[in-house]
């Protein structure tokens, strides 16, 4: 007899803001904001559950976070610092199970068929998991445990923060049923409003719904997306993700850019944080992204796709620029930019012995970052920087992270407009 399918979806709950009040006593119990500074444009990466009681939430613009929450704590994102720690939660999970489907910096699916031999049944085993996070770093998870990916996800968020919700096997159904059309994974809000147009505002109505209206109504892939989600069938998400995912980051300005020598000194610090995270994650990919954002709010994007991992920093850096040369001639002036690795995988080490000269330089410059990342690791993140990219009125000693506690005269300063794209989640 085959044992039932087991998976565990663990979210940590509002990720940036915890680490940063985890790290600062005093802003225990205060709305932390974790983004763009007031008075800057840009956009809230996370923010804390006492921010949430405001009304702000990831992805909003920071003028409206601060307009709906001037008392808040806004803390610039510390994306290297925040990566190590999601290594040391990582670890963890592997721990209790090799098979790990990490899904972003702050989330992971854990396929645990099998799991109760040694760490006995799910809500032992989450419940074990969640102390040795908690005992590690010191933060909060919530677990969502069912027999598919879809069911998981939806149950972590269930009972956040530090939440545990279980789906028995059979049960899926009637955990759907408790939940708000809102809640259903990967129901976005042009469907949603589609829906309410239709008047169709609960889950049962949905149910009674044939499959084959519901794609004349929203389509092929939407209506047959809703039918499967309704009834609790995974319809393949984040199939093949522990074997691929993105590391990316962006930057938006304060002001339009229109100066070369600025942007590609941003796609330098890109290159920098994006390498790092990579290399942390001991992984690899073959393939560079580039994401420019207009003044005109149009977007533009390239990638280049080589035949070898892309190892080093100056690799990073040098393929960063081919790609802004094709994008850009500097006529335009670039509201945000933003740098990535995709196809993202586990490096094994294979296929170096193929290379050719320029990336067997490549590779003695890799192992050159990876004792880098190692010296940062061991000390801060910010023990070890490239030369360009530290500040020319100290050169010797890198800038802390900035926070701001903002006056209520920033709104009436501010000249940003709203940035609806969000930086990495938390």
């Known amino acids: 007899m085959s044992l039932p399918d087991s998976w565990f979806h663990l979210d ?18 205060k709305p932390v904001i974790v983004g763009a500074l007031p008075g800057h444009r840009g956009v809230v990466s996370t923010c804390s559950y006492e921010a949430r ?3 702000v939430h990831s992805a909003m613009p920071i003028s409206h976070a601060y307009r709906l929450c001037p008392q808040g704590i806004y803390v610039i994102p510390r994306m290297d610092y925040y990566s190590k720690i999601s290594q040391q939660i990582m670890a963890v999970f592997a721990d209790f199970t090799p098979r790990i489907i990490q899904v972003s910096i702050d989330e992971a699916f854990l396929d645990m068929k099998g799991a109760e031999r040694l760490f006995g049944p799910p809500e032992e085993s989450a419940l074990a998991l969640k102390k040795r996070v908690f005992e590690t ?5 919530s677990v969502g445990v069912a027999t598919n990916k879809l069911i998981a996800k939806m149950a972590s968020g269930y009972k956040k923060p530090d939440g545990l919700t279980i789906v028995p096997p059979g049960e899926e159904q009637d955990f759907i049923r408790n939940l708000e059309i809102r809640d259903l994974w990967g129901i976005g809000k042009k469907t949603q409003q589609r829906l309410s147009d239709l008047n169709l505002t609960t889950i049962d109505q949905l149910l009674q719904i044939p499959q084959q209206s519901l794609t004349i109504l929203f389509g092929q892939a939407t209506g047959q997306y809703l039918y499967q989600v309704l009834r609790g069938i995974d319809p393949g998400i984040y199939e093949g993700q522990s074997k691929s995912h993105s590391i990316s980051n962006e930057h938006t300005y304060p002001r339009d850019i229109t100066h070369r020598g600025t942007v590609e000194q941003t796609l330098l610090e890109l290159s920098h944080s994006i390498l790092f995270r990579l290399l942390g994650e001991q992984s690899r990919s073959h393939v560079l992204q580039l994401k420019i954002r207009f003044a005109d709010f149009t977007t533009s994007t390239a990638q280049t796709t080589l035949d070898h991992p892309i190892r080093s920093l100056e690799e990073t850096h040098r393929l960063a620029l081919s790609l802004l040369k094709k994008r850009w001639t500097g006529g335009q002036a670039i509201r945000l930019i933003g740098l990535g690795f995709s196809q993202v995988e586990p490096d094994t080490g294979a296929g170096q012995g193929e290379l050719f000269a320029q990336e067997d330089m490549d590779i003695r410059r890799h192992q ?5 990342l190692g010296i940062r690791s061991k000390f801060n993140p910010e023990a070890i920087q490239k030369a360009s990219l530290l500040s020319p009125k100290s050169p010797k000693t890198p800038t802390p992270p900035k926070t701001a506690k903002p006056s209520r005269e920033s709104p009436h300063q501010q000249k940003d407009r709203p940035d609806r794209n969000q930086a990495s989640g938390g």
């Open 368 to 372: 050159v970052e990876k004792a880098v």
């Open 12 to 29: 940590m709950d509002a990720f940036y803001a915890a680490v940063e009040q985890r790290d600062n006593p005093a802003y225990a119990g």
């Open 137 to 141: 770093v010191g933060l909060t998870i």
């Open 53 to 55: 009681t405001y009304g």
